[in-house]
């Protein structure tokens, strides 16, 4: 005997935020790119970089926001919700691809700072900050519904923290004359961005591998399986994501043999409650299939 529940859920990601931050990263890219060329800065020419993959980054935040909303289908049963996850990963490993430039090239301007424009940085350092700013206002409410929308909240908010690192090299170059704190400014901006992404990254890998969800104990939710009267033995647990917002778990369940039909059901709908609502990780999603002490399958041989 098997039970299930069906997973209906709303728009996973809202689009139109992810739309307006799109149109306002575009826009800063265009004037950063400009302003890079015409100052000659490290800092500022990495954060248009850095804008270039928040541009990439969340178009595909945008296309993995459409693909998530489609329906369930025969050949895609859970729809497209994985779009989530790798979305997210291919916009983490862009980001690390940019940290990682702008910490090697940082170092090498450090023992070569060219001349650098300090009141166009400014200028451009101050609209990019301005227009962060703005695009983190209009992610911030979704930031946490998934890994797509938190990896797009992220990219958003490390350009941000360079648009503040131009604008204080910028400070610097005109009060001192200090040339090399643009190139402190961009390997500062690396440091931000690469934690970060390592974090994104490793979130999103283990997602894909189907790793048991953060925060989720199967050692604990066995244990409290087995204490149930009726239960025997538990093989075959298995709990993995969907997507952030999809937990999922399954089990075969061993019984005594005496268990009636109804005792069964009861049985049933104390071990949906009991992962819906006992555990840190809610899992509404979850599979039990009961099997009678004396089937012929093997109860031992598998986790």
Known sequence: ??????????????????????????????????????????????????????????????????LMNRAASDRHTWGLRRTEVLSALAQAALLLGVGIFALVEGIRRLFAPPEIASGSLLFFGII??????????????????????????????NDALGSVGVIASAILIATLGWYRA????????????????????????SMLLEATPPGLDLGEVRRHILELPEVVAVHDLHASQVSADLPTLSAHVVVDDTLSPEQSAQLLQELQECVADHFPVSIEHATFQIEPQSHPGEHTTHA
Do not use: C, Q, W
């Open 182 to 205: 643009d190139a402190v400014a961009g390997i500062l901006i690396a440091l931000l961005i690469i934690p970060r992404t390592v974090i994104l990254l490793r979130a999103s890998g």
């Open 1 to 66: 005997m098997e039970v299930g529940h069906s997973h209906v859920a709303g728009e996973a990601t809202p689009r139109n935020r992810l739309l307006i931050a799109f149109s306002i990263t575009s826009s800063v890219f265009v004037a950063e790119v400009v302003g890079s060329i015409i100052t000659g800065s490290l800092a500022l020419l990495v954060d248009a970089a850095h804008m270039l993959t928040d541009m990439v980054g969340l178009a595909m935040a945008l296309t993995a926001a459409h």
């Open 128 to 157: 990019g900050l301005v227009a962060n700013i703005a695009s983190l206002m209009v992610l911030l409410s979704g930031r946490k519904r998934n890994l797509n929308m938190r990896a797009a909240f992220l990219e958003v908010l």
